[in-house]
T-cell receptor, first 115, second 110 residues
Framework: DVKVTQSSRYLVKRTGEKVFLECVQD?????MFWYRQDPGLGLRLIYF???????EKGDIPEGYSVSREKKERFSLILESASTNQTSMYLC??????????????FGQGTRLTVV | GESVGLHLPTLSVQEGDNSIINCAYS??????FIWYKQESGKGPQFIID?????DKRQGQRVTVLLNKTVKHLSLQIAATQPGDSAVYFC?????????FGQGTELSVKP
């Protein structure tokens, strides 16, 4: 079974702190994604990566950056946390779109509260 | 770009009835769609997918219908059970990234 693991279930950080959210997948997937989930807004794509050291902006990249130094790990970085970044963060991975099965597999989520 | 929207934010059904959750998409070039189920406190889980060369696909108690003419897809759940209570998301593929709708919360009344 595919396993996507996010390092924390719950985090509380102070405004202005630098925050790292870590995600690891064990299925050798090329694609990895970071979404945030807010009530009434569904899942919105922050950043994604198709390969090591490669990153692309999603729909709401402002205030975030990412790092993909190894294929299995995709980190989301909040450079200076703000209260409007309080949210549920979801990491996902998938095979390339050329594969026959390209559904994304999700981690359990990290609920981040910025105070 | 792609936008994906669900028609109703909430749906309440009686246990044993069939459920139908609807979704519309905007990008005609999207060729892959997925339905996800998210239970409270968990990440979304894959239910069923469909490619644009099909108009229907069936799984265990679930069926996805795709109408490319009106850019609409639906998820049908047969004999809905209390364990089906969750938020359901449709997602469309845009160049390898999935664009999600807002979700429909399904409640099953005993």
């Amino acid at each position: 079974d595919v396993k996507v693991t996010q390092s924390s279930r719950y985090l509380v950080k102070r405004t202005g702190e630098k925050v790292f959210l870590e995600c690891v997948q064990d299925m050798d997937h090329e694609n990895m994604f970071w979404y945030r989930q807010d009530p009434g807004l569904g899942l919105r794509l922050i950043y994604f990566s198709y390969d090591v050291k490669m990153k692309e902006k999603g729909d709401i990249p402002e205030g975030y950056s990412v790092s993909r130094e190894k294929k299995e790990r995709f980190s989301l970085i909040l450079e200076s946390a703000s209260t409007n970044q309080t949210s549920m963060y979801l990491c996902a991975s998938s095979l390339p779109s050329t594969a026959s099965n390209t559904e994304a597999f999700f981690g359990q989520g990290t609920r981040l509260t910025v105070v | 770009g792609e936008s994906v929207g669900l028609h109703l934010p909430t749906l309440s059904v009686q246990e044993g009835d069939n459920s139908i959750i609807n979704c519309a998409y905007s990008n005609s070039a999207s060729d892959y769609f997925i339905w996800y189920k998210q239970e409270s406190g968990k990440g979304p889980q894959f239910i069923i997918d469909i490619r644009s060369n099909m108009d229907k696909r069936q799984g265990q108690r679930v069926t996805v219908l795709l109408n490319k003419t009106v850019k609409h897809l639906s998820l049908q759940i047969a004999a809905t059970q209390p364990g089906d209570s969750a938020v359901y998301f449709c997602a469309g593929d845009e160049g390898g990234k999935l664009i999600f709708g807002q979700g429909t919360e399904l409640s099953v009344k005993p």
